[in-house]
């Protein structure tokens, strides 16, 4: 977005701003009412919309808590076609919970996933179904707030951190960034790899936190490629001419920049965040790839996306080609990892000590 148009729309965003703020003080003066739970609750969102790394994150929450009992994820089910409580259950596609509860669905054993737009009733529902549950983490529900939840984990992109932001539409974020202060955690993500002691103090200032919050700084490990379908007649070339990447997600660099160090050109084709493909997509995505010059090519998305293709194709054009998607992972660095743990583990299990 050019400067001159984020001045002309600058007054719309402190008219949405506004009307977000008087919302939160509905809340905040009780006159909307949030309700706790006697369950572990941990809510992941962000100011922005979309971007930040939801998805791996709740993916380190699961991984982290599982050895301690039996979990639930709950989200919006952003893009689904039902509504409603739905309950993830083996062969749940995108269109009954959306993508990234399918993602869940499909990557843990032993987990309850479910989706609700109305995030108070679903807890209500899990409980009444599943008593035995020990945590709840809620998916994308920073601005929900009927639900007032034991953690709050705000996460913002290295790369456009929200104090360095505006409310939509001259830029992203969902309410105004002074809202941050609802959170007990801040997790900066998709840093670099090597990062160093100067940029985290840097950071630190302009987040200005408050007494209450705890920061922390993640970023993104890839692993090896997979197959879109398996069994597959392809391996993942060592050395390649072209990659077509082709995503429906908010932010595709950090993938981007991992896979040009693969191939000698890197195409991408980019469609909208949660974008549900169509045959047509489909099909223009093969015909870009059949056009590229050369035999060492593949097609990569990512692990979002390919819950996604699978609902319109489940093999027929694109699983005659070489397609894989990317998963990841988000790590912390030094210390960041085992303070970040025990702070969630001191929480989550708290009852399990006082029994």
Known sequence: MTRFL????????????LLMQFRNLLFDFHIFKSVSFSKPVISVGNLSYGGTGKTPHIEYLVRLLQPYGRLATLSRGYGRKSKGFVLGIPGSDVLQLGDEPVQYLNKFEHIVVAVDEKRKRGIQNLLQQFPDLTVILLDDAYQHRYVKPGISILLTDYHRLYPEDFVIPSGTLREFRSNASRADIVIVT????IFSPITRRRILGELKLKSHQQVYFSYIRYQDPVPFI???QYDFPDKLTNILLFTGIANDYPLKEHLSRMCSEIITLKFSDHHPYSIKDIEEIVRIFNDLPTHKKVLVTTEKDAMRLKVVEPGTKLGKLPLFYVPMEVAFHGTDKELFDNQILTYATKDQRDR
Request: some cysteine; hydrophobic content about 35%; glycine content about 6%.
């Open 190 to 193: 998709k840093t670099p790899k």
């Open 6 to 17: 984020q001045i002309f729309l600058y007054p719309f965003s402190i008219c949405f701003g």
């Open 230 to 232: 398996i069994p597959s």
